[in-house]
């Protein structure tokens, strides 16, 4: 497997989908990947999502609450 292909974990999928339940948002699942340092395509493969739609959110700042 290429380097590029590779998917870094650093939690077991259990963990990773016990966590990820917590989120309401793909956008809040998203930037919690994110935060675990995986890659834009990994993070669409396992949300079910479109790439650009990870790099969107990846790139678009939060909003401050009002």
Do not use: C
């Amino acid at each position: 497997m290429s380097k590029k292909n590779q998917v870094t974990e650093t939690a077991p999928v259990d963990t990773i989908d016990d966590e990820l339940a917590k989120f309401t948002t793909v956008s809040a699942k998203i930037r919690y990947l994110t935060s675990l340092e995986w890659k834009r395509g990994a993070i669409a493969t396992k949300l079910g999502k479109r790439y650009q739609h990870v790099r969107n959110v990846q790139l678009q700042p939060l909003k401050k609450a009002s």
